[in-house]
């Protein structure tokens, strides 16, 4: 068999089981986070559907495709259909770039099956502008949700669109500049080299050592990049309804509700990448699968941790929620990546 169409057949398998590894890690985040929010709250949270609630998600999909798909009649129909995918698609594709180990391995058994070793890579792409690509395709979900409030012809949606293109748009800036200061240290967007880089810095090498400010930033952006509590502003019940989303159900709302979920995901992988030394590990060197191990390991406190912020911090007031991005978070930014490329340049140059 030609090798190229193996290892084009090998890409699309390792594709389809990434992709179906998010899904599933959305419908898990459905139960962990309502266990979650429950146990800090003093609640037992969802037990009814199966043991300990654990077939809840389960439950909860059932339930969203057999719901009744109503389109009310004074929506823009295409882009109203067009908008929950457009949420969803740039969170799955996001995770193309971030590396789950630290090299690549020969597939075992390819020899005898294929009559050729076949190598496989832990990542989708490892391109040497990765940081860039993320920072593109997150800007994108921010086009599914406006779509979505403006061609539900709306009150509540339209404000809950407008309110996710301001604050989306703003906190990419100071998101940008903690990521400069990142930059600046490695002197390189490929993902991979930065883990790397981590790792040669050993012991306390992690940026979220060396650079604390940037990853304080970067988090609380990305929070409300991924409008997660307390950022949740374009949703806000208690002001818009539902938002964006107030004239959506069904199905379309799950594509919605899951690409927040994944984007949780990914944001966490990411900042596992980036801060948190990715797959870097006791071992990995001997065993790389062990990278992966760490990884994931680091993710589930990255989860914990945000699945922690919305159980303790209130939803803020969203004029607020502007200042702070550009009276303190941005200028902070900045005064972060001046500091940093003083400091290189004094003691690296």
Not at 89 to 112: D, M, R, T, W, Y
Not at 179 to 189: F, H, R
Not at 299 to 307: P, Q
Request: aromatic share 14%.
């Amino acid at each position: 068999m030609d090798p190229d169409l193996i290892t084009f057949i090998v890409e699309i398998i390792k594709i389809l089981i990434i992709g179906t590894a998010l899904m599933l890690g959305f419908a898990a985040m459905t139960l962990i986070e309502r266990k979650a929010l429950a146990r800090f709250t003093l609640r037992y949270g969802p037990n009814r559907a199966g043991k300990f609630g654990l077939l809840q998600p389960i439950a909860d999909m059932f339930k969203m495709f057999f719901k009744e798909e109503v389109i009310p009649s004074h929506v823009d129909r295409v882009v109203y259909l067009m908008a929950p995918a457009l949420s969803l698609i740039p969170a799955l594709i996001g995770f193309a770039v971030v590396p789950l180990a630290s090299q690549p391995f020969v597939l075992p058994f390819s020899e005898q099956i294929f009559g050729t070793p076949i190598l496989v890579t832990p990542w989708v792409a490892d391109v040497n502008v990765g940081l860039l690509y993320i920072l593109a395709i997150g800007s994108l979900g921010t086009y599914g949700v406006i779509l979505a409030g403006w061609s539900s012809n709306n009150k509540y949606s339209l404000l809950g669109g407008l309110r996710t293109g301001a604050q989306m748009l703003s906190y990419e800036l100071p998101m940008g500049v903690a990521l400069l200061s990142v930059i600046l240290m490695t002197g390189t967007l490929r993902l991979n080299e930065m883990v790397q880089m981590q790792g040669r810095l050993g012991g306390f090498g992690w940026f979220i050592f060396v650079q604390p400010l940037a990853f304080l930033i970067f988090f609380i952006s990305a929070l409300a990049e991924a409008g997660r509590s307390p950022f949740d502003l374009p949703e806000t019940e208690n002001e818009l309804i539902g938002g964006f989303v107030t004239e959506y159900g069904g199905m379309k709302f799950g594509l919605f509700f899951g690409a927040e979920y994944v984007h949780v995901v990914v944001l966490s992988f990411i900042v596992s990448t980036i801060f948190l030394g990715g797959w870097q590990g006791p071992g990995v060197t001997q065993f790389p699968f062990l990278g992966v191990m760490y990884l994931l390991f680091k993710v589930a406190l990255v989860i914990f941790l945000i699945l922690w912020i919305r159980a303790s911090v209130p939803r803020v007031r969203f004029d607020k929620l502007m200042q702070f991005c550009w009276k303190f978070l941005l200028p902070l930014g900045i005064v972060n990546l001046v500091v940093t490329a003083i400091a290189i340049s004094v003691f690296y140059f």
